[in-house]
């Protein structure tokens, strides 16, 4: 499964631009400039496989860590501090770990 069907390689390329200096990446930010919050919710659920590497039906740390190189494997890892931002803005259960509806209902609000 390609990201690259569903997100234009070009916003892609912007959104990484954007967040290439370490501590730069804000999770909504970035998904507004790669086109991520304008998919569908279909979209946004192979998004979430792809991000979902274990395919545990989570994205943990270890995981969205790597949400980058997901996109495009040149791309940086997310400093720990950005992971954390990261897993807090979308981990509305506080478990630790980012379902497909909190996925999604980050991207939506
Ligand atoms: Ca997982």
Do not use: N
């Not at 069907?5 to 990446?25: M, T």
């Not at 981990?91 to 909190?102: A, L, N, Q, T, V």
Request: aromatic letters at 8%; one cysteine or more; glycine letters at 8%.
């Amino acid at each position: 499964m390609s990201l690259k069907g569903i997100l234009s390689p070009s916003d892609i390329a912007a959104a990484l631009k954007d967040c290439q200096d370490p501590g730069s990446f804000k999770p909504k930010r970035f998904c507004e400039i790669c086109g991520i919050t304008k998919v569908s919710d279909s979209q946004l659920k192979e998004i979430f496989k792809v991000v979902d590497d274990d395919e545990s039906g989570y994205a943990e740390e270890e995981e969205l860590k790597f949400f980058l190189q997901r996109l495009d494997p040149g791309a940086r890892v997310l400093t720990a501090c950005e992971t954390k931002d990261f897993m807090s803005a979308a981990d509305h259960d506080g478990d630790g770990k980012i379902g497909s509806e909190e996925f999604i209902e980050m991207i939506r609000s």
